[in-house]
Antibody
Framework: QVQLVQSGAEVKKPGASVKVSCKAS????????ISWVRQAPGQGLEWMGW????????NYAQKLRGRVTMTTDTSTSTAYMELRSLRSDDTAVYYC??????????????WGQGTLVTVSS | DIVMTQSPDSLAVSLGERATINCKSS????????????LAWYLQKPGQPPKLLIY???SRESGVPDRFSGSGSGTDFTLTISSLQAEDVAVYYC?????????FGGGTKVEIK
């Protein structure tokens, strides 16, 4: 069965960086991309971007460009999301998610369990 | 960016009764070349990731009970729960995947009356 297992919770200081991992199993990793979605406490869902696990192409949300980098390691079927220059409003649960087709313009049928990133001095 | 507006913000329905959630997009999410609406519905329970219910506006995800149905086209969409069950208490989100950035509605909280 398809599973996305994310790394554990992180506490970071303002200005620091965080890198969240997402290990995929149960499907051919390079046949799909990975989207990243975050959710601030008590708030709605925000799409951060998408990476193709086939060729590494990325598409980032405009508001995060310059601070976010998404990568994949096909040898371990793992996706990574790094966010730099953290601010307090980056405090959120970060989800990796698999769109239900090989394209980024698709609904998401599988989600990781979420990784809480807390930014606090 | 396409703005997704859901209504109501919250909804209290008696067990076994119908629940209806609306979602409006700021521009059409109907792709003319394939006549598909790039609209999905999810539910999210506290402490859990979202779960896909409906995609292409009206296609039910595998394993989703048939009391959940989606309808609409263009800019106006509806999620209907035909007979509310206790396990349906959750926040429901619509999402457009017509163009990036993919965007979500603000959510509708469904509770038992």
């Amino acid at each position: 069965q398809v599973q996305l297992v994310q790394s554990g919770a992180e506490v970071k200081k303002p200005g620091a960086s965080v890198k969240v991992s997402c290990k995929a199993s149960g499907y051919t990793f390079t046949s799909y991309g990975i989207s990243w979605v975050r959710q601030a406490p008590g708030q709605g869902l925000e799409w951060m971007g998408w990476i193709s696990a086939y060729n590494g192409n990325t598409n980032y949300a405009q508001k995060l460009r310059g601070r976010v980098t998404m990568t994949t390691d096909t040898s371990t079927s793992t996706a990574y999301m790094e966010l730099r220059s953290l601010r307090s409003d980056d405090t959120a649960v970060y989800y990796c998610a698999r769109p239900n087709s090989g394209q980024q313009l698709a609904a998401v049928d599988y989600w990781g369990q979420g990784t809480l990133v807390t930014v606090s001095s | 960016d396409i703005v997704m507006t859901q209504s109501p913000d919250s909804l209290a329905v008696s067990l076994g009764e119908r629940a209806t959630i609306n979602c409006k997009s700021s521009q059409s999410v109907l792709y003319s070349s394939n006549n598909k609406n790039y609209l999905a519905w999810y539910l999210q329970k506290p402490g859990q990731p979202p779960k896909l219910l409906i995609y292409w506006a009206s296609s039910r995800e595998s394993g989703v009970p048939d009391r959940f149905s989606g309808s609409g086209s263009g800019t106006d969409f509806t999620l209907t729960i035909s007979s509310l069950q206790a396990e349906d208490v959750a926040v429901y989100y619509c999402q457009q995947y017509y163009s990036t950035p993919l965007t979500f509605g603000g959510g509708t909280k469904v509770e038992i009356k």
